[in-house]
């Protein structure tokens, strides 16, 4: 077990090399990846959920009650800054409607487990980050597609009743069944959760390999373009989430855990519901790829970055 937790710990640290080696492997040579079958794809990113089920309790959510503003503001800017900056910055770059279905998914889309691993690495306030990421993956069932078909509806076919059941069946399920495990079975769970960071960081790699192998022709064939928007939005919506801390005055670390939560976004649940409401847009899946390998990288440099601010506070 000890050993597990080792090997935990090493990916947790570095999983941002780590997922840029696997990527970079799966789209310069694809042959090593593409064995994982897009279709796996709902599958692990239900694992990845489950896991973050498993480390959730009761005094997340209180959260809720206790600092009721600071989660409405890490709602409400997670819901409008990234949709709208996704919006923008296709139609700024005259995106076809594949990839600007794409982008808009990844924008609608809640923040991912990764923002409360990079509010951690960054100091800043953990216990928002998480009740944040909760609240608006609880959310994300009626509101990102509903967010979804109002930006995209003049543009292409939206059917909001098939994304609100697979966010359902992919997101919802599988993390209220992980809270139920943990608090039924808490101390077989505490042992467990220190070996989810390796589960996690696999599951991801893995949904990352598959994407990126089975799409990456499409991703060569997409040129500069798509990459400068997918770096583009993630690094305004730290710049925004950044803005918005300093202009409530919030503490140093509340703006990380605000800025982080909403430059980051669950780019996988972005991947896969491209997939299942948009099957005729094949290249519609291309930004959640690029998004999960990049994610990862600027989040880990913005920790470095914000650490380094901290210091000079200090």
Not at 58 to 87: H, N, S
Not at 169 to 180: E, R, S, T
């Amino acid at each position: 077990m000890k050993v597990l937790e080792k090997v935990s710990d090493f990916l947790g640290k570095f999983m941002a090399a780590v997922v840029l080696v696997i990527a970079a492997l799966a789209l310069f040579m694809p042959a090593s990846s593409t064995w994982i079958q897009t279709g796996w794809v709902n599958y692990l990113l239900m694992i990845v959920m489950f896991g973050m089920g498993l480390t959730l309790k009761l005094e997340d959510f209180k959260l809720v009650f206790t600092r009721p503003k600071d989660i409405l503001v890490g709602c409400v800017a997670q819901f409008t800054v990234m949709p709208f900056l996704a919006f923008l910055l296709g139609k700024i770059f005259g995106l076809d409607a594949a990839l600007l279905a794409g982008v808009i998914l990844v924008g609608t889309c809640p923040g991912g487990t990764s923002s409360n691993v990079i509010t951690f690495m960054s100091k800043g306030d953990v216990a928002l980050s998480v009740g944040m990421t909760s609240v608006n993956t609880i959310l994300a069932p009626i509101l990102t597609p509903a967010i979804t078909y109002l930006l995209l509806r003049t543009t292409v076919t939206v059917d909001p009743v098939n994304m609100f059941v697979s966010i359902i069946k992919v997101v919802i399920v599988p993390i209220a069944l992980g809270f139920l495990i943990n608090k039924l079975f808490g101390k077989f769970t505490e042992k467990l959760v220190k070996v989810l960071p390796a589960v996690s960081v696999v599951a991801i790699c893995m949904i990352v390999a598959s994407v990126v192998s089975h799409n990456s022709e499409k991703i060569f064939s997409t040129g500069i373009v798509v990459f400068a928007v997918v770096i583009l939005h993630n690094l305004l919506g730290y710049a925004c989430g950044f803005g918005l801390g300093r202009l409530l005055k919030l503490n140093v670390a509340k703006t990380k855990a605000l800025s982080v939560e909403i430059g980051m976004q669950n780019s996988g649940l972005a991947t896969s519901l491209a997939g299942s409401a948009f099957p005729d847009l094949a290249m519609a899946t291309v930004p959640g790829a690029i998004f999960s390998v990049w994610h990862n990288i600027s989040g880990a440099i913005l920790a470095n970055l914000y650490n380094r601010w901290t210091e000079k506070e200090n």
